[in-house]
């Protein structure tokens, strides 16, 4: 039984005890209420004073068996609050301690700042991916422990937040906080930290997308244009619209990136060579190379060459069988 049962149960018969003798020397002793009230409370709380009352036999008994009961309910109930309190924070400080030391071994994470609207979803999606993510949020502490999210509680702009959510072993952040200044700071003092992390920043303004990317950004994410493109999107190209919403939920059919390293079968290989659609049941819609350069539509003469990115379509589960291609 938990210390917080364990309380309930001992509280609710002392009120029992407290009500039974109050009710006891109503009849026994003939009392009126608050003066049975006031004995019991006093014989209970052991103070010692003088009785409220004379007592025949049977009220005598009655307070013998009011200060065995009561007192050790009492006792009980302060052992079961202390416990309560204690071993809560005590609990509670090993989860901290626990969660610290699993963030500090994570490598190639992604740190996602704020936990709004905008950081849930993020969250969320990644934790569902198996992606390893980090949020650093100053609430929603509860909230993110009952969601299995890992969390830093502090400030995002603050270096040692960024710090203990391991920015220098991370593979990304994402600065989604309200504040358009709060994400250009977190932007500059990541960037700082760690001049190979790859930036993703939130902002409200349009203004500020200029100054995200001076600040470090390798992105920036407006809401409100993205809100605007889809919006026209619905009304000049509706089933454009809804191909990419189903890609992007994962729904029938995904869009996936894959990346060719030296020890792929497809590497060096020309696309029409590759069986890469045979195997993976997908189709390349582009590939871009090692140095930044892209072919959208590539022809089955393309050669696929090592750290080419693959960008693939294709239906439900795409990620497991483009990894099948590296056994």
């Known amino acids: ?38 004995m019991t409370v006093i014989t209970l709380s052991t103070v010692g004073y003088k009785e409220a009352f004379p007592l025949d036999d049977s009220g005598r ?12 309910t009492v006792a009980i109930s302060i052992a079961n609050l202390v416990s309560l309190i204690v071993g809560g924070e005590l609990r509670s400080h090993r989860e901290r301690l626990r969660m610290k030391d699993t963030i500090a071994k994570l490598r190639g994470h992604t740190i996602i700042c704020g936990y709004g609207r905008m950081g ?10 198996n992606v390893d993510c980090v ?16 969390h830093v509680q502090g400030d995002a702009t603050d270096d040692y937040d960024l710090e203990e959510a391991g920015i220098r072993n991370a593979s990304a952040l994402v ?7 709060d994400n250009v700071y977190v932007t500059l003092t990541a960037r700082g930290l760690c001049p190979t992390i790859k930036i993703i920043a939130r902002a409200e303004q349009k203004s500020t997308e200029a100054k995200l990317k001076r600040a470090g ?29 189903m890609a992007a939920r ?18 060096g290989k020309a696309l029409k060579d590759s ?24 022809g089955p003469q393309e050669v696929i060459h090592v750290d080419d990115q693959l960008i693939v379509i294709g239906r439900g589960g795409l990620s497991e069988r483009l990894e099948r291609l590296r056994l």
């Open 120 to 129: 849930s979803n993020i969250a969320l999606d990644l934790v569902r991916e």
């Open 135 to 150: 949020v650093i949020d100053r609430g929603k502490g509860d909230e993110l422990d009952d969601r299995g999210v890992l």
């Open 175 to 181: 600065s989604c906080l309200t504040s358009d200044a």
């Open 1 to 38: 039984m938990s210390p917080r049962r364990r309380l309930y149960i001992s509280i609710s018969v002392l009120l029992l005890v407290l009500m039974t003798g109050t009710a006891g020397y109503m009849v026994l002793e003939n009392q009126p209420f608050l003066d049975a009230l006031y």
């Open 275 to 298: 069986s890469i659609r045979e195997r993976a049941d997908v189709v390349v819609v582009a590939i871009k190379r090692a140095n930044g350069n892209q072919v959208f539509g590539p």
């Open 61 to 72: 008994i009655l307070t013998i068996a009011i200060i065995i009961v009561g007192y050790s």
């Open 250 to 267: 994962g729904v029938d059919i995904e869009i996936a990136q894959y990346l060719v390293d030296s020890n792929s079968p497809i590497a």
């Open 217 to 245: 950004a390798d992105s920036v994410i407006s809401p409100q244009t993205i809100g605007a493109n889809k919006a026209v999107g619905l009304l000049r190209r509706p089933h454009v619209v809804d191909f990419a919403d």
